[in-house]
């Protein structure tokens, strides 16, 4: 069989009319004999297509794979390893403990009345889980190319399967805040739930999909200009100043708050204080502007990924 130098036919899963003219690509028999039968197996891949040829129904279809990867992250993350998923509690335990000794005990900063454990291993649990998301996507290139020269599936099932997988983790660090958070409350803590608890699965995904959108946007700048991966961890460290996790929003003087309101994650985390423990500072406005900025950052990552991922076995 002979094809055209543009277009690459590979086996593709079974489909439905219906899904065919969704996916927006075009299918073709093998041979003439078959011109008059279906023929579901054959998927053509053509080399140019415009930006907005996204394909986004390929990773629904691919969901099984992404399940995998779930797994295999999960899986390969411990592996080999004495205390296993434990990390997942001692790390976030670790950190807050050093900043309740350091920024709470000895510098004695604000914490707006909460406990000081309460109060960071807050901030630690909501940035812990957009941080995992933004470094661990950004690698994904670089990190997946033997996989991704070999056989054609939807790529982004590769960093969403990261942030699903995180999800995990991020159930775990829930559990041990909340284990803190009811030790408190029965100890008769300043603290309460309040209505922007139902907020929850919205700051989540929130934060889900701005760590996607701005990772894969890193990975895709990186396959080219390598040497922004090592700009990635001490970025990371940079923009976690920038968010009220050491200090709430309230304390921050008022011509230096708008770099902190600037950052999407600083109304997550104050939203997400102010949702269980009753003290911080909500703004639907700044909800809003989160929301957006998250929305953009995240066309823009899938734009710029599948436009990369096209040429990115040239440069990696």
């Known amino acids: 069989m002979t094809t055209k130098p543009e277009q690459l036919i590979v086996p593709a899963p079974s489909r439905s009319g219906s899904d065919r003219k969704s996916a927006g690509v075009k299918w073709r028999p093998k041979s003439s004999a078959f011109r008059s039968q279906p023929c579901d197996w054959d998927l053509i891949i053509r080399a140019k297509t415009g930006w907005f040829d996204l394909h986004l129904a390929d990773l629904w279809r691919y969901r099984d794979l992404v399940m995998l990867f779930v797994r295999r992250d999960f899986v390969s993350q411990y592996k080999q390893t004495i205390l296993g998923p434990l990390w997942f509690i001692i790390q976030p335990l670790l950190t807050t403990l050093t900043f309740t000794v350091i920024f709470g005990n000895i510098a004695q900063l604000s914490t707006d009345g909460l406990p000081k454990i309460l109060f960071y291993l807050s901030g630690v649990t909501a940035w812990s889980?957009?941080?995992?998301?933004?470094?661990?996507?950004?690698?994904?290139?670089?990190?997946?190319?033997?996989?991704?020269?070999?056989?054609?599936?939807?790529?982004?099932?590769?960093?969403?399967?990261?942030?699903?997988?995180?999800?995990?983790?991020?159930?775990?660090?829930?559990?041990?805040?909340?284990?803190?958070?009811?030790?408190?409350?029965?100890?008769?803590?300043?603290?309460?739930?309040?209505?922007?608890?139902?907020?929850?699965?919205?700051?989540?995904?929130?934060?889900?999909?701005?760590?996607?959108?701005?990772?894969?946007?890193?990975?895709?700048?990186?396959?080219?200009?390598?040497?922004?991966?090592?700009?990635?961890?001490?970025?990371?460290?940079?923009?976690?100043?920038?968010?009220?996790?050491?200090?709430?929003?309230?304390?921050?003087?008022?011509?230096?708050?708008?770099?902190?309101?600037?950052?999407?994650?600083?109304?997550?985390?104050?939203?997400?204080?102010?949702?269980?423990?009753?003290?911080?500072?909500?703004?639907?406005?700044?909800?809003?502007?989160?929301?957006?900025?998250?929305?953009?950052?995240?066309?823009?990552?899938?734009?710029?990924?599948?436009?990369?991922?096209?040429?990115f076995m040239d440069t990696v």
Not at 140 to 161: E, H, M, Q, W
Not at 180 to 192: C, E, M, Q, V
Request: net charge positive; charged share 10%; glycine share 8%.
């Open 129 to 311: 889980y957009f941080a995992d998301c933004l470094t661990k996507t950004s690698e994904t290139f670089n990190a997946n190319a033997n996989i991704f020269g070999k056989v054609y599936f939807s790529r982004l099932a590769v960093p969403v399967s990261i942030v699903v997988s995180n999800l995990i983790r991020l159930g775990i660090q829930m559990g041990l805040f909340l284990g803190f958070y009811f030790y408190f409350l029965a100890r008769g803590a300043a603290i309460h739930a309040t209505q922007a608890l139902w907020l929850l699965p919205l700051l989540i995904l929130l934060m889900a999909a701005l760590g996607l959108g701005t990772g894969i946007i890193v990975s895709s700048m990186t396959t080219r200009y390598r040497d922004l991966r090592f700009l990635v961890q001490f970025g990371v460290q940079l923009l976690m100043y920038s968010t009220p996790m050491i200090l709430p929003l309230s304390k921050i003087p008022e011509h230096y708050r708008w770099i902190m309101v600037a950052n999407p994650m600083t109304s997550i985390i104050e939203t997400f204080r102010y949702a269980f423990l009753g003290t911080g500072t909500f703004s639907w406005l700044h909800v809003g502007y989160t929301a957006g900025a998250t929305t953009i950052l995240l066309g823009v990552g899938v734009l710029l990924f599948n436009h990369v991922e096209k040429t």
